[in-house]
Every structure is written in structure tokens, then in C-alpha cells.
Nanobody, 114 residues
Framework: QVQLVESGGGLVQPGGSLRLSCAASGIAFSKYAVGWYRQAPGKQRELVASSTSDGFTNYADFVKGRFTISRDNTKSTVYLPMDSLKPEDTAVYYC????????WGQGTQVTVSS
């Protein structure tokens, strides 16, 4: 059974930091592209950052310089440290693993508010 379990979300003040983690099981993690997406209320899900199986990364313009995606294949885990958070970063953040199939986590809420 494939599982992607996100953690690390929460409430933070503007300018603060959080670190999201996504632990995968049931897949050959190193062979998967992984990514973080987010969905704010009333909006479509959007890509935040991704990493290919070879470690090449891609970022949405709105997070460049603030968020960093990384993966630890020995732990089957992908991370997303987020700095300089803004209220508009408030959303549910989802982990994705993609190869021949797409797998999604259940999401973790990030709220940026004073």
C-alpha cells in the first residue's frame, strides 16, 4: 500500500518559517519525481516545487528564493523548508510522487497570519 504522509504544517506569523516533510512508503522512492503543491480556498491546486528522480529542481516564481525542496532517498522523504512566509502562502500543502502513476498525500495546513 502506497502512503505519502505530510507533516510540519501549522500557524506562523508573516516572515516566519516552517519545514514540511513528506514520508513515502510502498514505492521505490528514488525512482519517483516528487513535488509539493498547494491549494488555497477557492483556488486551483498549484505547483510549488518539484524534484526529478535525478535531483533536478523546479520552483514556482512566487516561492523562488524562499522555499527549497530537497529529498533524502535513504529515508524516502522529501522536505520543503519555507522561509519569509507571507499571508498569501496560506494553503493546504500536498506532497506528490510521480512515476507511471501519481500518488498524493492527505495534505497539511499552512496558515500565515498575525
Amino acid at each position: 500500500q502506497v502512503q505519502l504522509v505530510e507533516s510540519g504544517g501549522g500557524l506562523v506569523q508573516p516572515g516566519g518559517s516552517l519545514r514540511l516533510s513528506c514520508a513515502a512508503s510502498g514505492i521505490a522512492f528514488s525512482k519517483y519525481a516528487v513535488g509539493w503543491y498547494r491549494q488555497a480556498p477557492g483556488k486551483q491546486r498549484e505547483l510549488v516545487a518539484s524534484s526529478t528522480s535525478d535531483g533536478f529542481t523546479n520552483y514556482a516564481d512566487f516561492v523562488k528564493g524562499r522555499f527549497t525542496i530537497s529529498r533524502d532517498n535513504t529515508k524516502s522523504t522529501v522536505y520543503l523548508p519555507m522561509d519569509s512566509l507571507k499571508p498569501e502562502d496560506t494553503a493546504v500543502y500536498y506532497c506528490n510522487a510521480r512515476s507511471k502513476r501519481d500518488y498524493w498525500g492527505q495534505g497539511t495546513q499552512v496558515t500565515v497570519s498575525s
